[in-house]
């Protein structure tokens, strides 16, 4: 029962910050038909900018330390992502492979830069006491961080959920992701939400990039690009646009990967997150949200 | 075509469009197309299937890529975004509704709100009561009738929409709730001005004053209603009926 709690809770844990990068994903790929490969660097930007802010404020306790660097984390990632949309996705509408190559361009080059200014290994994190140390839970001493990444992500997936279902923006959204067109014929500028929604996107994924950070103690160069393959892949199983899909697939891989890689043989878990995206395309192409596209 | 020697005939239309053009792909779908919608009343944008009806409304909105002139009031808007030109007047009701399935018929209402118009849900709801009692359903569980109805509302809620682009509204609907429809067209064209595609030619002949004929992306009538209507040999010629009034 103790194992059985620690995985189910870090396997949360893990699936809490794929939700947070592929919610944005879901959403810029349901609304604007954009495949975001650039979505990992605004992940790896925003956490090392996160941690180069605690250097800043290096005089202050550990808590303000942090909290600065989340704060940090997520205004660079939505700043970034805002950039990109405007600068380097706007002209390429409807030019889905010129999207592809800059968006991958924007990625390697991103991750090459990092390495060029902070080198490739791993950055340690300096965490306040009480996240370092562990809360009993059914048994198991489950680490804090973890504790704290899910607490955190579902509280973005209320926001997400409150602004989707409760503000006008959140309409346009909703309603865009169906029909783009129809939108526009009614007199709404989408484009306004195309920005709304990269900015959104960019600060859930520089939130995930600190929160990684905080999970596994370190920041490193790599871990966006690692990170943006699963999150495509909870994209596809929740179903491409929908914010409760993606947040159901992610706890459905993160846990899956968990169990399967402390019980099966190393990389077993994540060789089944790519059966199971075999086997939702094949029985429901549409994924959990069941949606068409 | 008509006599007359200026196809965007009326004096000042309140719709202008000349030499419309559309491509898709190597297909050229709009042949320099233009006429023009005068104030008020219904014209229609007749023709057989695959013309170019559905077309030219969405090259008005901008909907798709367009050369050629289409003013709105004088003003001209072919290098304007969608939403800008819907913004000055427009409303359009597309062919299939485009309902948004996911959302409330109320949602999709107030998606349809634009800032600083005045609003007319007590025309909506008097034209269509049963929007107000479904208020909370999903728009992709109701029937076609009921989806039409939406797309109608959405066009007459704003008080300053001035022309209304209907496509095929009464396109398989039961023949009570085509009734329905032309009702509501009827009322509309009151407060409105309505370009109306419509395939139903009974439909069209009792509702429009002013006729468009497209053939194979090009006009090929415009004119008085009665004047098509009213002589078969132009009829067949333009609509290829038997004899005109015959749908």
């Known amino acids: 029962m103790t194992t059985f709690a620690l995985l189910l809770i870090t396997g949360l844990g893990l699936g809490a910050l794929y939700f947070l990068i592929a919610a944005g994903l879901s959403l810029i790929w349901g609304l604007m038909r954009v495949l975001n490969f650039a979505h990992g660097a605004f992940f790896t930007v925003a956490a090392y900018a996160g941690w180069s802010a605690t250097r800043l404020v290096g005089g202050a306790s550990l808590e303000v330390q942090w909290l600065v660097a989340v704060l940090v984390a997520i205004a660079v990632g939505g700043v970034f992502a805002t950039l990109t949309e405007v600068v380097l996705i706007r002209p390429l509408y409807a030019r889905h492979v010129g999207q592809v190559l800059v968006t991958v361009g924007l990625a390697l080059a991103t991750i090459s830069l990092v390495q060029g200014g902070f080198g490739s290994d791993p950055k340690q994190l300096q965490l306040p006491a009480w996240m370092t140390s562990t809360t009993t839970v059914l048994g198991a001493n489950i680490p804090n961080t973890r504790l704290l990444v899910i607490v955190l992500a579902a509280l973005v997936f209320g926001l997400l959920l409150f602004f989707l279902r409760r503000t006008r923006f959140g309409l346009i959204v909703r309603a865009g992701v169906e029909n783009r067109a129809m939108v526009q014929a009614l007199g709404i500028d989408v484009q306004r939400a195309f920005t709304l929604v990269f900015a959104i996107g960019g600060m859930a994924a520089g939130l995930a990039g600190m929160l990684a950070g905080t999970y596994f103690g370190t920041i490193d160069p790599g871990r966006g690009t690692t990170m943006l393959l699963f999150a495509f892949i909870v994209v596809i199983i929740g179903g491409l646009g929908s914010v409760t899909g993606s947040a159901l697939a992610a706890v459905v891989v993160g846990v899956l990967q968990q169990f399967l890689n402390f019980y099966g043989a190393a990389g077993v878990g994540d060789f089944s997150v790519v059966l199971l995206l075999a086997i939702v395309l094949l029985v429901r192409p549409g994924g959990f949200s069941g949606a068409s596209g | ?247």
């Open chain 2, 1 to 247: 075509m008509s006599a007359a020697a200026d196809p965007v005939a009326p004096a000042t239309p309140l719709l202008g469009v000349r030499d419309l053009n559309v491509y898709f792909g190597e297909s050229h779908i709009l042949q320099g197309v233009s006429f023009g919608v005068r104030r008020g009343g219904i014209t229609g944008l007749l023709g057989r299937n695959g013309v170019g009806k559905t077309t030219t409304l969405r090259g008005i909105l901008g909907l798709v890529p367009r050369t050629g002139s289409v003013t709105f009031d004088g003003e001209e808007t072919v290098r304007l975004g969608t939403h800008e030109i819907v913004r000055r007047g427009v409303a359009y009701v597309p062919e299939d509704r485009d309902v948004f399935a996911g959302l409330t018929v109320d949602e999709n209402l107030r998606l349809a709100e634009r800032a600083g118009a005045p609003l007319r849900y007590d025309l909506v709801y008097e034209l269509f009561p049963e929007l107000k009692t479904r208020a909370a359903q999903k728009a992709g569980t109701l029937s076609g009738g009921q989806q039409q109805m939406v797309a109608l509302a959405r066009a007459l809620l704003n008080g300053d929409n001035r022309i209304l682009l209907v496509d095929e509204p009464t396109k398989g609907l039961a023949p009570l709730v085509v009734r329905h429809v032309v009702d509501a067209l009827r009322r509309a064209a009151e407060i409105a001005t309505i370009l109306l595609v419509e395939q139903n030619l009974s439909v069209a002949h009792s509702l429009v004053r002013d006729v468009v004929v497209l053939d194979q992306g090009r006009v090929s009538f415009t004119g008085d209603v009665e004047q098509l209507m009213g002589d078969p040999a132009l009829a067949r010629k333009h609509l290829g009926l038997a004899a005109a009034g015959s749908h």
